[in-house]
Nanobody, 120 residues
Framework: QLVESGGGSVQAGGSLRLSCGAS????????VGWLRQAPGKEREGVAA????????NYADSVKDRFTIFQDDTENTVYLQMNSLTLEDTGMYYC????????????????WGQGTQVTVS
């Protein structure tokens, strides 16, 4: 089971850092991704990172604003979110997958409960 934390309420232009923690067995998949779902919208992939080498993919909407990175000593994957906008509001989840293809949201598994991000 993955566990997300770090969400909250922030003003537009502000920053948040989300954390995704897991046991080593859960991180058996090659990729860990952050996905989000806004009210009334489909779930979308935001960023994903390959555990082996740290290579990352980003959705166009968050490029140059969000950074995904991992801390192997803590077995944690982070999502640093800067310059937040109203469109970034939603529930953020982390999940694992064999590949870091952001459009294939159905390929992700071991979803956490999510952490809410609200930008006003």
């Amino acid at each position: 089971q993955l566990v997300e934390s770090g969400g909250g309420s922030v003003q537009a232009g502000g920053s948040l850092r989300l954390s995704c923690g897991a046991s080593g067995s859960i991180y058996g998949d090659a990729c860990v991704g952050w996905l989000r779902q806004a009210p009334g919208k489909e779930r979308e992939g935001v960023a994903a990172i390959y555990r082996r080498d740290g290579a990352a993919n980003y959705a166009d909407s968050v490029k140059d604003r969000f950074t995904i990175f991992q801390d192997d000593t803590e077995n944690t994957v982070y999502l640093q979110m800067n310059s937040l906008t109203l469109e970034d509001t939603g529930m953020y989840y982390c999940a694992t997958a064999l590949t870091c293809y952001l459009r294939a949201t159905s390929a992700y598994r071991d979803w956490g409960q999510g952490t809410q991000v609200t930008v006003s």
